[in-house]
């Protein structure tokens, strides 16, 4: 079994030095300068008719021993294809994918989540999946719809879901118990849970739970059970007024000892997993999503409880943790969307990567993977989603337009703003509405 790389060559690291900006306008040209080479037929031969597929992820050490066995129950199955892997942490990863790219060494399997399907598949990065559904050669017929559909840009299959997630509010179960505190509950408004946490932080002398004013999936949960949007379309689904609201209820949260100090709130808007509080000991809950709990467990001796958002929990809905896209500039595109309808699919595939992107497409291999697992991690993360699922809603149209993943760097950065009180809730409202304006071309 070859080994897997983590993070980039040496031969990569001489693509010279370019603005993140550039990195990605000089990545999404690449295929468009592809021209025939890139939607003519396959080149499926390798040296003595093998094929080498390279393909790339983000993840921890687990997702990738994970990932390893299933390609390579692959190659046992095929023994003419083989692959040449590389896997990263999530920072960094679109800046290393970018760079790959725009060196003309795209993988021809990649990972890859709505952060940036949009503006991949906007400049024909992207594979159009949708004539291999249509031939069998992907199949797509055990899939939850919501999930299928979120994977389309502009009328074309940009990615397969890899694995289904929502939103997980994580509490620390084992703070509670000591402190004889009561468990937060699905269905509590958000001035309650702010309460809740005002009072553990008074009880139990640990802030009650991370600010989420940063955190976009929070937000976008809060607009949704408003009547809102973050996005309509290619447009912002919201207005100031809103955001107002939402800095103005996390000011609330602070001014009541709910959360922690500035600086401990920016450390735990990091993206890193092993850096969300409830992980780190400084704070009760932290905003994450449900298939992170396994993740998240490493790094604490507590227990850990999961719940829905506060709020509605109608304004949750089953979304695509991530994808697997095909390079549209592959030689061999055949066996790359032969590779990925595999890890779909097929039921020991499914068995060995679990829930570690989040629960199984394929609603049979689900079935399959939560009658069989015993890790008690993973049970409780299947667990909470099923229950979770009764209650979401429809998926927010289309996925996110270019530029989301700026919007989310700029809320970031407005709503810190507002948290070291560099600027009230209404600056940092009409300051991210412009940003999040300018990061999708919205005029």
Known sequence: MEPITRGITPAQRTVPPLSRRRLLAAALTVPLLLGAAACGGDDEGGSGGKTELSIYWWGAEKRAELTDQALALYTQKNPDVTFKKTWQGNQGYFDKLATLTAGGNAPDIFQIDDNYISEYAGRGVTLDLTEYTGNGKLDVSKFPES????????????????????????????????NKLPEPKTGMSWEEFIDWAANVSKTANLPGTQDASAVYQALWVYLRQGGKDLYAGKQLGFDEADITKWFALWKGARDKGATPTPDVIHEGNASDVSKQLVATGKAGTSWVWANQMPELKKSTDSELGVIAYPGDPSAQWARASMYFSAFRGSKHKDVAVDVINFLANDPEAGKILGTDRGLPPNLDVRKQVADTVSDPN??????????????????????????????????????????????????????????????????
């Not at 389309?152 to 179960?173: C, F, H, P, S, W």
């Not at 998926?395 to 950065?413: A, D, F, I, M, Y």
């Open 147 to 178: 999930l299928l559909k979120y994977g389309e840009v502009d009328g074309k299959l940009a990615g397969i879901a890899m694995g289904e997630n929502t939103q997980g509010l994580v509490y620390d179960k084992t703070l509670l118990s000591k």
């Open 378 to 443: 993973m049970k409780q993360t299947i667990a909470v989603q099923d229950e979770l699922g009764k209650k979401f809603g429809p998926n927010p149209p289309t996925v996110p337009p270019q530029g989301h993943s700026k919007v989310r760097s700029e809320l970031v950065r407005v709503a810190e703003e507002v948290v070291y009180g560099r600027q009230t809730p209404e600056q940092g409202a009409a300051s991210f509405v412009t940003a999040a304006k300018a990061a999708i071309g919205q005029s």
